[in-house]
């Protein structure tokens, strides 16, 4: 059977490694990589990290690239390679735009397709936008939904999915970062004995323009208040984020703005974080994990299960909330603690061996 695994984004790339890397190891699978390369540098960061190579490229990615042209590069290049691969199942993930038009390209062929961490919703189509609406339609041309948790499970069935069709596996981000964590990643960036890191992330489209913006001057405001705080912030290649970031926190001796980081320095940077401010989607995920607070720099949130936990605070994106929200857990080490105290809702590490049994299993029975 030839499953063909798709990605555009570096979460994608981070989160399908695991799953490309199980049915490699498979001989009644036969597995192959189709690259949309909706991202260019960070793909091929994460691609090398976890040895993985694309048998198809389409090297889509344009600076500045807009949604209805990445969308039509998309389909047009997606729908071509379908043709010549002619793949029993194709397997594509989350809810970047790649997904969204893979599914769309598997439906025109009618080529089954399933889809990798199902049935997370904010349930506000804008919020996250593109994302939300990208994985509600990907879902539902899926034949089989993957999804990470109780709650995405239910999301699904109250959107009238087949229960049969929807599989709690495990998010496989967990995977990734429990094979990474266990090696040792030099972090490569300086950061004294006595300086508390701050690790900040920022990407998302809806913090464009003022919220981005106000997270610089509320890390400004920070690293005025505490002489014993140092911040890393490896700052995402978009226009829309880099060129803020460089005008309001370029040359201070305790912020690091640096390139983005391979996976591996990004999880040894995770592990020495004091706190994490973000919008990301994987760090929410992943930092639990490694027992470090998060701060989500967003006002809602499509993976509410660490906010359920206690780990993880959702504090939007006000300068002077961001500013509180963090003193708090500077100043106060019984609600650091409380924050710092480690959960995994999310995966156990084993996801993407299950995913493959499910697959093994679907193929069975549509051969009965
Ligand atoms: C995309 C996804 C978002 C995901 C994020 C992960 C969509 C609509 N958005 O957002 O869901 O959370 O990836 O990071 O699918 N760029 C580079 N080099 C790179 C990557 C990006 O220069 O390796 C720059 C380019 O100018 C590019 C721009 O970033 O045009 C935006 O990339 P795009 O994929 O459209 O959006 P992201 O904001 O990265
Ligand atoms: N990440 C990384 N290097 C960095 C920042 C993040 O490897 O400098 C990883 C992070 O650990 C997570 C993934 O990238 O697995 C998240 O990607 P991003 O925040 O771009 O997208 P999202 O998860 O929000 O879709």
Redesign the pocket.
């Known amino acids: 059977m030839k499953v063909m695994c798709v990605i555009?984004?570096?979460?994608e790339a981070i989160k399908m490694a695991p799953v490309v890397n199980a049915f490699k190891k498979c001989e009644d699978f036969e597995v192959c990589v189709l690259a949309t390369a909706?991202?260019?540098?960070?793909?091929d960061q994460a691609f090398s990290l976890f040895d993985i190579q694309a048998d198809y490229d389409l090297n889509i990615?344009?600076?500045?690239?807009t949604?209805p042209e990445?969308t039509s590069r998309l389909i047009v290049g997606i729908d071509k390679i379908l043709t010549e691969a002619k793949p029993d199942l194709v397997i594509g993930q989350?809810?970047?735009?790649?997904v969204f038009v893979t599914a769309l390209a598997c439906f025109y062929q009618k080529i089954p397709f399933a889809h990798l961490e199902a049935g997370l919703r904010t349930h506000d189509l804008y919020s996250?936008f593109?994302?939300e609406a990208?994985r509600i339609l990907a879902g539902n041309l899926a034949c089989l939904h993957f999804a990470p948790t109780e709650v995405s499970k239910n999301n699904l069935l109250r959107e009238a999915m087949k229960p049969e069709q929807i599989f709690v596996t495990g998010n496989t981000v967990i995977d990734a970062l429990l094979a990474t964590a266990q090696k040792d990643f030099p972090l490569e960036v300086d950061i004294p004995e006595d300086k508390r890191m701050v690790l900040v992330t920022s990407?998302?489209?809806e913090n464009f323009g003022q919220p981005i913006i106000n997270t610089c001057q509320a890390i400004l405001e920070l690293v005025k208040k505490y002489e014993d705080i140092c911040v890393v912030f490896p700052v995402?290649?978009?226009?829309n984020i880099r060129n803020v970031v460089d005008e309001y926190l370029l040359n201070h001796d305790r912020i690091k703005l640096v390139s983005p980081f391979d996976y591996g320095p990004f999880v040894s940077a995770m592990k020495k974080a004091y706190i994490i401010l973000t919008d990301?989607?994987g760090v929410q995920e992943e930092a639990p994990a490694l027992g470090k607070p998060v701060l989500v720099l967003r006002r809602d949130t499509e993976r509410p299960e660490a906010v359920t936990e206690g780990v993880v605070k959702l504090i939007g994106t006000e300068k002077q909330d961001i500013v509180n929200e963090a003193s708090i857990l500077l100043d106060n080490v019984d609600a650091y603690r409380a924050m710092a105290k480690g959960a995994s809702p999310y995966g156990d590490g084993n996801s993407s061996e299950r995913i493959v049994q499910i697959v093994r299993a679907y193929f069975e029975q549509a051969q009965r």
Do not use: I, V
Request: glycine share 12%; charged share 20%; aromatic share 0%.
């Open positions: 555009g984004t570096r979460p909706q991202h260019r540098d960070l793909l990615m344009q600076p500045g690239q949604l990445l989350g809810d970047t735009t790649t996250p593109p994302e990208n990407h998302r489209r995402h290649p978009n226009p990301s989607g």
